[in-house]
């Protein structure tokens, strides 16, 4: 199922038709809605985060970063989800899947989310092909995850570091920070 995931709602319903059979004659924008429906019921039940999210969240903000949320997810079952794994109180900015009329990897969406953020490195965290891209569009230094959706080899993303435990993500953002003020 991940091979469908990674641009959005409507590209992923997309996607799921195009694989089942194509678009029936009803068209996108009635399944795209008939998904979301579905969706936003409970987005969060099966969901889960990432073993060592919250201290490396934690571990960053106490480093004095900004932390910034970047999701192709719309706001409602974002902030349902982000609420309920008790993440939101470590971001200081947001962009949703509706928070523009643009996705991800369009530099606008970390643009929004890093808004109020000021100057300094920027970093961005992901694990697919999207993310890198949209690090690259955004002039972020692209750390990947490597238990994520990413179809394509490390080598062809080519991420400044990889990381397959969240608990080295303070580290190796400390290493970028200490090699720039060398």
Avoid: W
């Amino acid at each position: 199922y991940k091979e469908f995931i990674g641009n959005g709602t409507l590209k992923q319903v997309e996607y799921l038709l195009e694989f089942t059979g194509g678009v029936p004659p009803e068209g996108l924008n009635y399944y795209h809605k008939k998904f979301l429906k579905l969706y936003n019921r409970d987005p969060l039940s099966k969901t889960v985060c990432f073993n060592g999210v919250n201290n490396a969240l934690e571990a960053l903000k106490l480093m004095g970063c900004r932390l910034s949320l970047c999701t192709q997810k719309f706001s409602e079952p974002a902030t349902i989800i982000l609420d309920g794994l008790d993440l939101t109180r470590h971001f200081d900015g947001f962009a949703f899947g509706d928070s523009l009329d643009v996705l991800k990897p369009d530099s606008r969406m970390v643009e929004l989310a890093t808004s109020d953020h000021g100057t300094g490195q920027l970093f961005y965290i992901g694990d697919s092909e999207v993310d890198a891209q949209t690090a690259k569009n955004s002039k972020a230094k692209f750390l990947l995850f490597l238990h994520g959706y990413r179809k394509k080899s490390v080598d062809e993303i080519n991420p400044v570091a990889v990381f397959s435990d969240y608990k080295t993500v303070p580290s190796l953002i400390k290493s970028f920070i200490s090699e720039k003020l060398s």
